[in-house]
């Protein structure tokens, strides 16, 4: 079960930036977010605006502290060789956004934004 929200967000000295977000819950009980670019954001791309941009949309999901959340980023498109243009954010030393290599994980969060990503 997915939920798609249009997201603004807010950087000192910078234009406001948008995006889609959905928040997906599974039997697993983990929460995953994901964060979709798109064309008509003026402001600063999701990659480029981590980690304020997770801890403004913090209020979306009350009561669930940053760090038991899985963030992502996506971007409409795919790869040559077809999959998904899905990256994770991972926290601590190795940190970044890495791709996602989990094809079933992959394909879950690029489905949940629906006719906003090429089937």
């Known amino acids: 079960m997915s939920e798609i929200i249009d997201f603004a967000y807010f950087l000192p000295g910078r234009p406001a930036a948008k995006c889609k ?3 997906l819950r599974g039997d697993d009980k983990i929460v995953r977010v994901a964060f979709l670019e ?3 954001n003026e402001g600063p791309s999701v990659t480029n ?3 304020a941009i ?4 913090r209020s979306f999901i009350p009561g669930c502290p940053l760090e ?3 963030w992502y980023e996506v971007y409409p498109v795919r790869f040559k060789d077809g999959r998904e243009d899905v990256f994770q954010y991972r926290l601590g030393s190795r940190g970044g956004w890495l791709p996602v ?3 079933n994980l992959r394909r879950r969060i690029w489905l949940a934004f629906g006719d906003l990503v090429p089937r």
Do not use: H, K, L, T
């Open 21 to 23: 977000a959905a928040v």
């Open 101 to 103: 290599a989990d094809a």
């Open 54 to 57: 997770a801890e403004q949309f």
């Open 68 to 70: 038991s959340i899985e």
């Open 49 to 51: 605006s981590w980690p």
């Open 38 to 40: 798109i064309d008509a």
